[in-house]
């Protein structure tokens, strides 16, 4: 078994017609000799909360992955763990991301103090850079050496094991790359990529998205926009660009994805291999007037998924809602390990074998919705995605002070109309289910209260030190304009009681 996952790849390149904008030859081997899902999302749309979600098989508010600095614990039994104690080799390669206690202290600070009352932007405003010539193929080095280690391993490793084995490589691309300008720890904001790649990429079939006026945002979005530094003004090539340098780095991901499939092939792997291919998010690319990821819009939410090996149904497309805490359960199910019985995830396994077992019938039915929930930094206010057969419901915070959303994907795939108030009856019963499946108030009260509590202990263990180093963080082109009214509001958010 082999599980390649990237980071924020969307989901929708993978399946037409989003596929039409760049060359990518070995999603598209995958889709041919295997499954690829039409209708696969994350259950975080950021990196640390959604890899704890598919590494544990749980909902991010049952692991309480709040953010990219709470993960799970250190001991947390994933589904490698127990194929390991069943006898399988295991090896991981790349961005793992899914424990407690990494990313920025400027990650951490701008998730605790997303209730403050104040606007600051966080990140650098996205920009493009060309690097290398025609013929510079390996510009993520980190990834592409991280790739010939799990190259050399099944080629000179897994070729000789009489047990089966399963290979994780996690790839940072396509993420986007540091914008040092930026200050502490620098954001990413920096879509990088060489002529080789962007050769790839077909301007003319670039969509540039349709944006609200900044008035007529979700006041979510607004606050999102702001944050990323995309309130600005872009041009439309500016926005092309953006667009077409991210489908680029897509198009890199997808050659290192060909190297794993090219080593299994020349070793007669392929044939004994299930390969999953998935992301942890997606990428804004400019839509919804945001890059980045943290949002529920399709961009963000909607994720790569695609399967192939011995048994798997080929040129198969599922539309069924599927997401990444059923990885968890299908790993197990492929390794024939009885699956903890308190799982939010569902096997894949009956919608991609070929011949449906009989046991596939006593199973317990894969529900007809799936769940996302985000509670970090570039977002005011924890946000909650039901998204079931056209419809997606997005709810935030206790489901009153913030106006929810209702969006008719079949009729507005691009998510533009908010149609909640003229649906009051879909959004009430979507919201009833939602409500069945989490606490959705009571959970946001609780990330509330962690973000305050966390933001105290960080703060005095600052000391003196405190005014300079969050002025320093990076906000600080903001910050230090008005130093003394950031601090202030930080005060009075601290002297405010918990609703």
């Known amino acids: 078994k082999t599980h390649l996952s990237p980071d924020r790849a969307d989901g929708r390149l993978t399946f037409y017609p989003g596929n039409q904008t760049v060359a990518l030859p070995f999603i598209n081997f995958m889709k041919r000799y295997g499954t690829v899902f039409l209708n696969a999302y994350t259950n975080s749309p950021i990196c640390c909360p959604s890899r704890a979600a598919m590494w544990s098989g749980l909902f991010t508010h049952l692991t309480e992955s709040w953010n990219n600095f709470k993960g799970l614990d250190l001991d947390y039994v994933t589904w490698m763990d127990l194929m390991q104690k069943h006898g399988y080799h295991t090896q991981k390669?790349?961005?793992?991301?899914?424990?407690s206690g990494h990313h920025s202290v400027s990650n951490r600070v701008e998730a605790w103090t997303r209730d403050v009352d104040f606007l600051l932007r966080q990140e650098g405003r996205p920009t493009v850079k060309l690097t290398g010539n025609k013929t510079h193929m390996r510009v993520m080095e980190a990834d592409w050496q991280n790739t010939d280690k799990a190259v050399n391993w099944i080629r000179e490793e897994a070729v000789n094991f009489t047990q089966p084995f399963v290979l994780y490589l996690g790839l940072n691309l396509p993420h986007p790359y540091p914008s040092p300008s930026t200050g502490e720890n620098f954001g990413s904001s920096t879509f990088l990529t060489s002529p080789y790649w962007l050769e790839k990429v077909t301007y003319e079939a670039i969509k540039i998205p349709k944006w609200s006026s900044l008035s007529e945002m979700h006041p979510v979005?607004?606050?999102?926009s702001y944050t990323k530094n995309c309130t600005g003004e872009f041009t439309k090539q500016e926005v092309r660009n953006i667009r077409a340098f991210y489908y680029a780095m897509c198009a890199e991901a997808d050659a290192m994805l060909g190297e794993i499939i090219s080593a299994l092939r020349d070793t007669g792997l392929l044939k004994r291999t299930i390969i999953i291919f998935t992301a942890d998010h997606g990428e804004l690319a400019m839509e919804h007037r945001q890059f980045?990821?943290?949002?529920?819009?399709e961009g963000s939410s909607h994720v790569p998924l695609l399967v192939m090996g011995p048994g798997i149904k080929q040129q198969q497309q599922i539309s069924n809602l599927v997401s990444l805490v059923d990885i968890y359960p299908t790993?197990?199910?492929?390794a024939r390990i009885p699956a903890p019985q308190n799982l939010s995830g569902y096997s894949l396994m009956p919608l991609l074998l070929e011949m449906a077992e009989d046991e596939v019938l006593s199973r317990r039915p894969r529900p007809?919705?799936?769940?996302?929930?985000?509670?970090?930094?570039?977002?005011?206010?924890?946000?909650?995605?039901?998204?079931?057969?056209?419809?997606k419901y997005i709810t935030y915070s206790d489901?009153?002070?913030?106006?929810?959303?209702?969006?008719?994907?079949?009729?507005?795939?691009?998510?533009?109309k908010n149609v909640a108030m003229k649906f009051p009856v879909v959004a009430h019963s979507l919201d009833k289910i939602l409500h069945s499946i989490v606490n959705y108030p009571k959970v946001s009260s609780s990330v509330q209260e962690y973000n305050k509590r966390q933001f105290i202990s960080w703060k005095q263990s600052l000391g003196q030190n405190y005014s300079n180093v969050i002025a320093n963080l990076r906000w600080h082109q903001d910050w230090l304009k008005e130093p003394k009214k950031y601090e202030d509001a930080i005060d009075k958010w601290l002297s405010q009681r918990q609703n």
Not at 292 to 297: D, F, G, T, V
Not at 331 to 334: F, G, T
């Open 93 to 99: 390669y790349g961005k793992l991301d899914y424990t």
């Open 292 to 297: 980045y990821k943290m949002s529920m819009y």
């Open 331 to 334: 790993m197990l199910d492929i």
């Open 368 to 391: 007809l919705w799936v769940l996302s929930e985000f509670h970090g930094c570039n977002v005011n206010s924890s946000t909650y995605m039901l998204r079931t057969d056209k419809w």
């Open 221 to 224: 979005d607004y606050y999102s």
């Open 399 to 416: 489901g009153h002070s913030v106006l929810p959303q209702l969006f008719d994907l079949s009729a507005d795939p691009d998510e533009l």
